[in-house]
């Protein structure tokens, strides 16, 4: 099992920044690729970005490419999500999920295995 506890969301006006926190225990953090979702209400739950085990591979969803990075620290058992230039369309549940490395990054919910709670993010205009 795995346990995955994000952070860090919370009420923000559009153009600002947040960075998330997804802290990780439960088995070898290094061994898993990192992805975040989210979900705004009554929508299907989005990929927003992942990351591979290693953290040398990463992979972001046109609508936050180049305004979102995600990142990892492996040594904190941590992975990160760094919000710029949010927009109110940005508005959801943010959850992080975990799936076994492998050889190339899934961006679909079924493929993860573990999944955390969510942080809340709303972006006001």
């Known amino acids: 099992q795995v346990q995955l506890v994000e952070s860090g969301g919370g009420l923000v006006q559009a153009g600002g920044s947040l960075r998330l926190s997804c802290a990780a225990s439960g088995r070898t953090f290094s061994r898993y690729d990192m992805a975040w979702f989210r979900q705004a209400p009554g929508k299907e739950r989005e990929f927003v970005a992942a990351v591979s085990w290693g953290g040398d591979t990463s992979y972001d969803a046109d609508s936050v490419k180049g305004r979102f990075t995600i990142s990892r620290d492996n040594a904190k058992d941590t992975v990160y999500l760094q919000m710029n230039s949010l927009k109110p369309e940005d508005t959801a549940v943010y959850c992080c999920?975990?799936?076994?490395?492998?050889?190339?990054?899934?961006?679909?919910?079924?493929?993860?295995?573990?999944w955390g709670r969510g942080t809340q993010v709303t972006v006001s205009s």
């Open positions: 999920a975990a799936k076994p490395g492998g050889f190339i990054i899934m961006t679909t919910p079924d493929r993860y295995d573990y």
